[in-house]
């Protein structure tokens, strides 16, 4: 009797003990543990972080430790707070919708924010800020912003947040010109992972590529706001700017596109050509030809349905040895795709390019004389815009074409690996 007595105390002791473990553990990972990366489920777990400001508006101010930062923007990504829905002068149903990769230009997106501002029928439009890095100065210029709705997104695999590890730059990867035989006998982490020309990955570059193909995803299919949305999204970039009168025309570009292309993949803004003089008198001509990377990279437009026939090449886009997404597109274009990749783009650009500094420009950044520029081709332009309607200049069929060169600086495996896990996030 009293061996089984003991037993049975014994028993409820061990099951004390244990139930006690389990509650230890859970409130240790509540305020140490990390949420496992784009888990719903387990973004839901994680508390509000109280290092760093809360604005009144709803967003976060990311700072404090790297694991606050991380906590917080994953709470970000799930929360998808949009700002300005219950403003006066913002009605109507979803029109047309703009997303845009920042980085750390904070001068520029106030440029591009601004000749936003400045555009007709924004108030009907949903812009979607993309950051890769985060800082007060940013989230000020957000939480500016009042004329349009808006929504912050957080890439979540950014050097800000990884500094010191992948898919940041580890201090045990490899240098960039080492050889490959000087790097398996050094046993740095990443030797047998060279790119085309010898080299090994530079995370400064990478970045961009990832971000690009990870804001894809989000946006398509984790971006709430845009369930139900069967219209364009425009891809942009902080150093873009725009024409006063893009929305109307991007408009009339999807109706054109019904009634004389439906198989065009892409409408874009912009164009790197610049602005000819004698394209001004032709502000209501489009062209229909092949996309190229060099030329029709800015304010790419594309519905749902042309991001589902990327996605049929995404192990090729992860796996392709460029670090340049635009580069990659046109290889997918020539190699992959069904068929190659086409756009409908105007003579007279309605987005340009301000950036004169970043990855590929090693001059110093002059915002200032980028914005005297863009206001010169405003007033040059203006007489011009808002064209009645919209004609056909140039019909072509698309032909695939691909890059005129690789760039490399894509070949280590993690970078495949984690390009390829934004689709099953």
């Not at 700017?241 to 596109?257: A, G, H, I, N, S």
């Not at 886009?317 to 756009?343: G, H, R």
């Not at 105007?346 to 001059?363: A, I, K, V, Y």
Request: with cysteine; proline share 5%; charged share 20%.
């Amino acid at each position: 009797m009293k061996l089984r007595l003991h037993r049975k105390n014994t028993l409820l002791t061990l099951i004390v003990l244990m139930g006690f473990s389990i509650v230890l553990y859970s409130l240790l990972w509540r305020t140490s543990g990390e949420a496992k990366p784009g888990s719903r489920d387990e973004v839901r777990k994680i508390p509000q972080v109280s290092a760093g400001v809360s604005t009144k508006r709803g967003f976060p101010l990311l700072s404090g430790s790297l694991t606050d930062m991380r906590k917080s923007v994953y709470e970000n990504n799930f929360q998808q707070k949009v700002l300005n829905m219950n403003t006066d002068h913002i009605k109507g149903d979803l029109d047309l919708v703009l997303v845009v990769q920042v980085h750390n230009r904070p001068a520029y997106l106030r440029m591009f924010l601004e000749s936003l501002r400045q555009a007709a029928d924004v108030e009907r439009i949903l812009l979607v800020l993309s950051l890769d890095y985060l800082s007060e100065e940013l989230e000020k210029i957000i939480h500016n912003v009042t004329f349009c709705r808006v929504v912050q997104i957080c890439f979540p695999y950014s050097l800000q947040l990884y500094p010191d590890e992948f898919p940041g730059q580890d201090p045990a990867d490899c240098p960039r010109d080492i050889s490959k035989a000087d790097a398996l006998q050094q046993g740095c982490k990443n030797a047998e992972y060279p790119d085309s020309f010898g080299h090994y990955r530079e995370a400064v570059f990478t970045q961009t590529k990832h971000h690009w193909w990870w804001k894809l995803h989000f946006v398509w299919e984790r971006l709430e706001a845009l369930h139900g949305y069967s219209g364009h999204a425009i891809f942009l970039e902080e150093d873009n700017y725009v024409l006063p009168d893009f929305v109307p025309f991007f408009k009339e570009m999807e109706q054109l596109q019904k009634k004389q292309c439906p198989e065009c993949h892409i409408l874009a803004l912009g164009s790197q050509e610049g602005l000819p003089a004698e394209k001004q008198s032709r502000s209501g001509v489009v062209d229909i030809i092949s996309w190229k990377s060099t030329k029709h990279n800015l304010g790419m437009g594309m519905n749902r349905q042309v991001y589902y026939i990327l996605m049929g090449c995404s192990r090729e886009f992860c796996a392709y040895d460029d670090y340049n997404w635009d580069w990659t597109l046109q290889y997918l274009s020539a190699n992959c795709l069904t068929k190659p990749l086409k756009v409908m783009v105007p003579q007279l650009p309605r987005l340009f390019h301000t950036g004169d500094c970043g990855m590929h420009q090693s001059e110093a950044c002059d915002p200032d004389s980028a914005f005297h520029k863009m206001k010169a081709i405003v007033e040059s332009s203006g007489s011009h815009l808002f064209p009645k309607s919209l004609t056909v200049g140039i019909n072509q069929e698309a032909v695939g074409s691909p890059p005129a060169m690789k760039n490399g600086g894509w070949g280590d495996v993690r970078d495949h690996a984690l390009c390829n896990s934004y689709s099953k996030l």
